[in-house]
């Protein structure tokens, strides 16, 4: 297994992003994750890179695309308001470029990411997205997580406080389109999913 992730967290500094009702932003949340991310997966096999905080979303996907990467995943969190009230939207969200197999590697991130969200019902599925630049503009396949709301309290305290099994939820979902299957990271039992072939 040598396939290359290229993580890409938000970009935009403080104050864009402030988790509701405490001093934490989204990318500084996202930039963690993604450094807790980034060995995990290089440890089952796979190349990783992140792309560097000042490196706008076209230089990312352009490094990305040189450096031969087989799957591309931003990582955010979501807002449902400006930030002046508390939003009431709750969940994981994947967006997806309208694609069979895209939509199949997405739906693995977001069912890995559900197993650890306390409250699944609220989860938000897997949309298409047709003007995201790191969906429309990436030729390998692009998963994009909205992992849970930050301008929600409820969301935002389970963002901050569970990190570590958010970044372990983020490689399952890497793995099980690969078909790694690994029983260290590993939430539930069953096969491991497909292997993805050239896609588009
Ligand atoms: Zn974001």
Same mark, same amino acid.
């Given at each position: !297994?040598?396939?290359? =992730? ?15 009702? !405490? $001093? ?7 930039? $963690? #994750? /993604?450094?807790?991310?980034?060995? #995990? ?8 890179? =992140?792309?560097?905080?000042?490196? %706008? ?6 490094? /990305? ?7 591309? #995943?931003? =990582? @955010? ?21 309208? @694609?069979? /197999?895209?939509?199949?590697? &997405?739906?693995? !991130?977001? %069912? *890995?990411? #559900?197993?650890?969200?306390? &409250? ?8 298409? *997205? ?9 030729? !390998? ?8 709301? @930050?301008?929600?309290?409820? %969301?935002?305290?389970?963002?901050? $406080? ?19 299957? %690994? ?10 999913? $497909? ?6």
């Amino acid at each position: !297994m040598n396939k290359r =992730i290229y993580l890409s967290p938000e970009r935009r500094p403080r104050p864009h992003g402030r988790y509701w009702g !405490m $001093e934490a932003y989204e990318k500084d949340v996202c930039e $963690e #994750l /993604a450094s807790l991310l980034a060995p #995990l997966l290089a440890a089952r096999g796979f190349g990783v890179r =992140i792309g560097a905080p000042e490196k %706008d979303l076209a230089a990312r996907v352009g490094e /990305a695309i040189a450096w031969g990467a087989d799957y591309y #995943l931003p =990582i @955010h969190t979501n807002a449902s308001t400006g930030g002046a009230r508390e939003g009431t939207a709750r969940g994981p969200l994947v967006l997806a470029y309208d @694609h069979p /197999a895209a939509k199949a590697a &997405c739906r693995r !991130m977001y %069912d *890995s990411l #559900l197993e650890v969200y306390p &409250c699944p019902e609220r989860g938000r599925g897997v949309q298409v *997205s047709r003007n995201f630049y790191e969906i429309i503009r990436t030729p !390998m396949v692009s998963v994009y997580p909205e992992i849970a709301f @930050h301008d929600n309290g409820e %969301d935002a305290r389970w963002l901050v $406080e569970n990190k570590g099994e958010i970044a372990r939820a983020l490689c399952r979902g890497v793995c099980r389109w690969y078909g790694v299957w %690994d029983p260290l990271i590993a939430k539930s039992p069953g096969a491991p999913a $497909e292997s993805s072939g050239p896609w588009r």
